[in-house]
């Protein structure tokens, strides 16, 4: 409960903030963000009546996953759209792009096929598979965030020496904010797939929705320097 709760705090006040930062409130980053933030909360809240009122209907099923693919793509998605700030490649940006596609029609579609047929059925044989593949989807998304935040640090190192000449020690210090925030980002990730493997499903679904609202701070921060340091 307690991580479910500032889960939901963490996405509402990055609602807020996007809200009052971009005053042209369109493009890719804007709603990817929105989507992300309001998937968090939607996932906490179906998460936590399907696991305390122990309520295995359809519907709260079908609450959680929706709030889990905006969560998680949403996320994804928003990272991909930042990184043309850095790289200056289109064809890694498009591979990226890509690899968010695949790892949703790979990971997200089948573990929700499984966990419709288990509770529809009921056969105890499902269980075991779909275990998992929950542990197969948190792999990948940590996998898939990793490659993201490794491109924008190695990117930004490489990419923006030129700027980082002419901002000097400012520069500098910029560099170092975001390459800690995205080691930051990468480590909760690594404990979201650690916690999955050892099988803690009550404490996952408010922990997860916790690193996710944590990782989408340090997003809009990493975000914020990088303008300031480019502009």
């Not at 939901?8 to 493009?27: A, D, P, Q």
């Not at 305390?52 to 928003?78: E, N, R």
């Not at 990184?83 to 949703?104: E, G, N, Q």
Request: glycine content about 6%.
């Amino acid at each position: 409960i307690v991580f479910a709760s500032i889960a939901c705090y963490n996405s509402l006040e990055i609602i807020f903030w996007i809200f009052v930062t971009f005053k042209n409130r369109h493009g890719l980053y804007f709603w990817s963000m929105q989507f992300a933030a309001w998937g968090t909360i939607v996932n906490v809240a179906f998460g936590i009546i399907y696991v305390y009122l122990k309520d295995p209907s359809i519907g709260w099923s079908v609450g959680i996953f929706i709030g889990l693919w905006a969560m998680t793509t949403g996320q994804a998605v928003a990272l991909y759209s930042r990184l043309h700030l850095v790289v200056i490649d289109s064809r890694k940006i498009r591979w990226v792009l890509y690899m968010i596609i695949a790892t949703f029609l790979v990971l997200h579609i089948p573990v929700m096929a499984l966990f419709y047929a288990l509770i529809t059925r009921g056969d105890p044989r499902l269980y075991h598979p779909e275990q998992v593949y929950i542990k197969l989807v948190a792999t990948g998304l940590s996998v898939q965030e990793f490659i993201i935040c490794g491109i924008y640090i190695y990117e930004a190192v490489c990419g923006l020496k030129p700027v980082l000449a002419v901002k000097g020690r400012a520069g500098r210090q910029v560099i170092l904010n975001l390459i800690i925030a995205n080691g930051i980002v990468v480590i909760v990730n690594a404990t979201v797939m650690m916690v999955a493997f050892a099988k803690f499903r009550t404490i996952a679904v408010g922990y997860t929705a916790f690193c996710y609202s944590l990782n989408l701070k340090l997003e809009f921060y990493a975000l914020n320097k990088l303008l300031n340091l480019v502009q």
